[in-house]
């Protein structure tokens, strides 16, 4: 690679550090669509630019490297400085943004040792003995001798003979746990896993302690990948009858068995967080929408007159939901006082929009009156949360204005 090309190259760099706009020179429009066509973020242009001599000199180093190695170039070294990256391209954004409650979990592989893993048998399902047959010696014999003719071939290594004569004695005998847990160990050898465990489960049927049942199905799953089921059939075999090829076997399965049960675990957390998550948004989403009807139901800056009982309730309710202060005013038509106080109290609504200001006709609102023992007016209750702070009886003007601002706060 020509040197001097690179500290050209180099050069232009640095300059488009000091000054990323360079790259907006008009003669170098060509490169700016090249990094923006690999969705490329390029630096935005600040100022209008003139850099003739540095365009021409990266246009050199253009011909002399391609595009491909002079945006490689360009890639590296701008990041250092955190003007340019691919925040634009599709990759780097999916992987960048917040997941979503609506998002789905993918979940990544696992890095298992499958060396052993091998091609699952689909041979038509061996054949099985009537457990309804009735065992006569005769048959007990009968099938003990092909047992020792089966074992005789697997000690010669003819595993399809062994196979026929096991077969033999399993029709002569289908009640028995551990032919069938031999013809399986066959089929292991013969790597073919599934007729391994058709016969490992036919052996547990009948005998739900049969050592050599567990081994064969734990070794056949593991021959499969399934790790998990196999490490709990080695473990049970392991309580029965031990031995070094039991060992062995879970050396391997056991590893491969954590991996995938720690990546259950991780994603397991990662949906209960994304449902708790989900949730929480649900109940703030909820809060919020409450809290919007509350404050549409209350007049801010107004002063709300009340009628009922009917209607003080809601009012109150809202004015806890936002946390707000409430001022329960009662007053009465035929009252001098009152009529006095009442523009100081519709002034202060104006003040303090975040307060509620409610007022009560005592001879209207009869029910009210009588909740709240009202013996005179004007009387002024203060009340956050549902219960009652404060109070101030008779049109004190400053009194009143003195407790608005005390508790507004």
């Avoid at 790259?23 to 390029?42: E, W």
């Avoid at 196999?230 to 031995?243: G, I, Q, R």
């Avoid at 209750?381 to 101030?392: R, S, W």
Wanted: hydrophobic content about 35%.
């Amino acid at each position: 690679m020509d040197a001097a090309k690179v500290t050209d190259l180099k050069h232009f760099i640095d300059q488009c550090k000091t000054n990323p706009s360079i790259i907006h020179t008009p003669s170098l429009a060509f490169f700016k669509t090249y990094l923006q066509s690999l969705g490329a973020r390029v630096p935005p242009e600040t100022k209008s630019v003139r850099h003739g001599f540095l365009a021409t000199l990266f246009t050199s180093c253009l011909c002399s490297f391609g595009f491909f190695a002079c945006y490689c170039f360009w890639h590296a070294h701008m990041q250092e400085k955190g003007d340019f990256d691919m925040a634009d391209s599709g990759e780097y954004s999916d992987s960048k943004r917040p997941i979503e409650d609506d998002d789905e979990i993918v979940e990544s592989d696992i890095d298992v040792d499958n060396t052993d893993v091998v091609e699952p048998d689909n041979d038509p399902p061996q054949k099985m003995g009537d457990s309804a047959v009735e065992v006569t010696e005769e048959m007990q014999d009968a099938a003990q001798s092909e047992k020792s003719k089966a074992m005789e071939a697997i000690s010669e290594g003819k595993l399809e003979e062994a196979l026929d004569h096991l077969t033999e004695s399993i029709m002569l005998n289908p009640t028995s746990a551990i032919l069938y847990a031999t013809r399986g160990s066959v089929f292991v050898k013969l790597k073919k896993p599934h007729a391994a465990i058709r016969d490992a489960d036919a052996a547990l049927a009948i005998n739900p302690d049969s050592a050599k049942g567990f081994k064969v199905r734990g070794i056949a799953r593991a021959m499969l990948g399934q790790w998990e089921q196999a490490a709990t059939d080695l473990h049970e075999v392991s309580k029965l009858d031990y031995d070094d090829e039991i060992g062995l076997a879970l050396k391997k399965v056991e590893p491969n068995a954590h991996k995938i049960e720690e990546h259950r675990r991780k994603y397991e957390r990662l949906r209960k967080e994304r449902e708790l998550k989900k949730a929480e948004n649900e109940r703030k989403k909820r809060a919020e929408a409450q809290e919007r009807e509350a404050i549409s139901a209350l007049k801010e800056g107004q002063v709300i007159g009340i009628h009922s009982a009917k209607e003080l309730d809601p009012k109150l309710n809202a004015a806890s939901k936002t946390s707000r202060l409430a001022i329960l005013y009662f007053t009465a038509s035929w009252c001098g006082p009152c009529r006095m106080i009442a523009p100081i109290f519709t002034s202060l609504a104006a003040k303090y929009p975040k307060v509620v200001f409610l007022k009560v006709d005592i001879d209207e609102a009869r029910d009210v009156a009588a909740r709240w023992n009202i013996s005179s007016v004007p009387t002024f209750y203060f009340i956050k949360n549902g219960n009652e702070i404060d109070k101030v009886v008779g049109a004190d003007k400053n009194e009143l204005e003195r407790k608005v601002k005390q508790h507004a706060g």
